[in-house]
């Protein structure tokens, strides 16, 4: 039992500094629709769907601080946002059990939203840098469809290679399994 | 679910939410030299290796990607302006065509303003619609009809472009042949049913002006003993039912005399150019009235040379003395 638990320990740090990599080597550098995507929340998504509400919540956690750190960003700020979204995002799919590629496509696409709303509020209340519908309609509505895109390839390649659990994509699955 | 499971997930949830309000507070409360953003710092330092590294890992990546962008904007801005191209050399067409509209309607202009035509003449500016399809005939239809007063055996004058002469291009086109509620067919006069009273101005010569299946116009009827030269202006004598006196016709390109024949026998260059005949004006004469009968000038000179004309040719319908006008008839 302490083995499976230190195996999915190791995966989750892995993904850990798969996210990281990835943030600074190659996606903050593309920039679709005039933004880039977040990995560290896809990947707060992705843990969240495959290994429930708590395992989301505290990979996003640590997302969250390296995306802090990695953007510069108020230490916290990203990890709250995270923290929130994989326990709602786990939460959701142990609820409803929506795990198929449209299921995952949809949550992805509310996370990500509602991760942007968020951070929208706090930015808008240390003070709005512009209007909020211009930011809707240039930065939440474009990073949304965005992530949601990417969150599927990145979902059904690490069910594939087993990063996460391939038995929880199942709506059954995910149904019958606790945490 | 285990009840206590639950609860140890909230627990954890809780715990790691108010580790990041912690976070946060800490990060706002603390001056830069704090240890939270000395935390952040140190982190940031440990990632800008791998950000510097991977900036240039990614450099001839992102070099690459840039230049097919570049390539696709120029792709398409290419096409944008291709489009453009397009547009301005139809609009520059549809420009030079509106230049040549603008000359030749001035050229009717022209026509109307130098002309004498009976009193209460109206003028009416037509746009030809269509030709005759064999040499056979040479006709023109207009696009004005009854509706539009027009009525058989009106005159009509049309301006083409020509260079050169002052009267070039503009000049006698025909008859109103046969009218319908909007358009009207235009005999022209180098139709070889065509005949028209003429004079050679500066020779008070007079003739008939015929046309001919090939399209050249002949001046027959002239007294051999008129000289006549060449390039002189012929215009209309205004004799017959249909035209109205001093209309241009054209000049006098040759002069042939045959010793079988009495008459001269002179070819004419008509001054409009009928191939390329867009737009014409066709004058309205008053109803009830002749071209003959109303003119204004130029008339009373002519009138003792006129019983010569008209008895030189008493097979000619245009010739003969008709006072009302016979439509698609009368010459």
């Known amino acids: 039992m302490f083995r499976v638990q230190l195996i999915a320990a190791g995966k989750a740090l892995l993904l850990i500094v ?16 005039g933004v880039t995507a977040d990995i560290f929340l896809i990947f707060t998504v992705v843990v969240a769907m495959s290994r429930g509400s708590m395992h989301g919540a505290i990979f996003g956690f640590v997302a969250g601080i390296m995306a802090d750190i990695a953007f ?59 209007g909020f519908f211009t930011m809707v309609a240039a930065q939440i509505l474009p990073e949304m469809v965005l992530d949601a895109l990417i969150t599927v390839p990145v979902y059904l390649l690490l069910a594939r290679l087993r990063v996460i659990p391939v038995h929880r994509a199942g709506v059954g699955a995910a149904r019958s399994g606790a945490e | 679910m285990p009840r206590n499971k639950l609860a140890w997930r909230r627990g954890v949830f809780v715990i790691l939410i108010l580790a990041s309000l912690a976070l946060l507070t800490l990060s706002f409360r603390q001056t830069e030299s704090g240890p939270v953003h000395a935390v952040q710092e140190a982190g940031a330092s440990l990632l800008s290796p791998l950000q510097s590294w991977g900036a240039k890992v990614a450099e001839p990546f992102q070099d690459g990607y840039q230049w097919l962008k570049t390539l696709w904007s120029a792709h398409q801005r290419a096409e944008r302006l291709e489009e453009e191209l397009q547009i301005l050399k139809g609009e520059a ?3 030079e065509e509106q230049g040549e509209e603008n000359l030749r309607l001035r ?10 035509y009976p ?71 180098t139709d070889s049913e065509s005949s028209v009273m003429a004079k050679i101005q500066g020779s008070r010569a007079e003739g008939i002006v015929e046309g001919s299946v090939s399209g050249d116009l002949i001046m027959d009827y002239v007294d051999r003993d008129v000289v006549v030269e060449s390039k002189l202006v012929i215009v209309t004598s205004g004799y017959g039912p249909v035209y109205p006196a001093d209309i241009p016709i054209g000049i006098v390109a040759s002069v042939g005399e045959e010793d079988v024949n009495i008459y001269k026998e002179i070819e004419v260059r008509a001054f409009v150019d009928f191939r390329v005949l867009e ?49 698609g008839m009368g010459r």
């Open chain 2, 107 to 116: 050229g009717l202009l022209d026509l109307r303003d130098k002309g004498t």
């Open chain 2, 279 to 327: 737009e014409v004006m066709v004058l309205i004469l008053p109803e009830g009235t002749t071209a003959s009968s109303t003119w204004t000038t130029a008339a009373p000179t002519s009138t003792t040379t006129a019983p010569t004309s008209t008895t030189a040719a008493p097979t000619s319908t245009t010739s003969t003395p008709a006072t009302t006008v016979q439509p």
């Open chain 1, 72 to 130: 510069m960003e108020t230490l916290g700020l990203r990890s709250f946002i995270y923290v929130l979204t994989g326990y709602l995002v786990g939460m959701a799919v142990l609820r409803f059990g929506t795990t198929n590629a449209w299921g995952v496509l949809l949550v992805a696409g509310t996370a990500s939203l509602v991760a942007q709303m968020l951070y929208g509020i706090v930015q808008y209340a240390m003070g709005p840098r512009a």
């Open chain 2, 119 to 189: 009193d209460g003449t109206d003028f009416k500016v037509a746009r030809v619609i269509g030709k005759s399809p064999t040499r056979w005939q040479a006709w023109v239809q207009i696009d004005l009809g009854s509706a539009d007063g027009i009525r058989a055996g009106l005159p009509v004058v049309g301006a083409t472009p020509a260079a050169g002469e002052v009267l070039a291009g503009k000049g006698l086109v025909g008859k109103i042949l046969s009218v319908t509620e909007h358009t009207s067919q235009v005999q022209l006069i």
């Open chain 2, 93 to 95: 067409i549809k420009l």
């Open chain 1, 18 to 33: 798969l996210a990281v990599a990835l943030q600074v080597l190659v996606v903050s550098r593309v920039s679709v629709l």
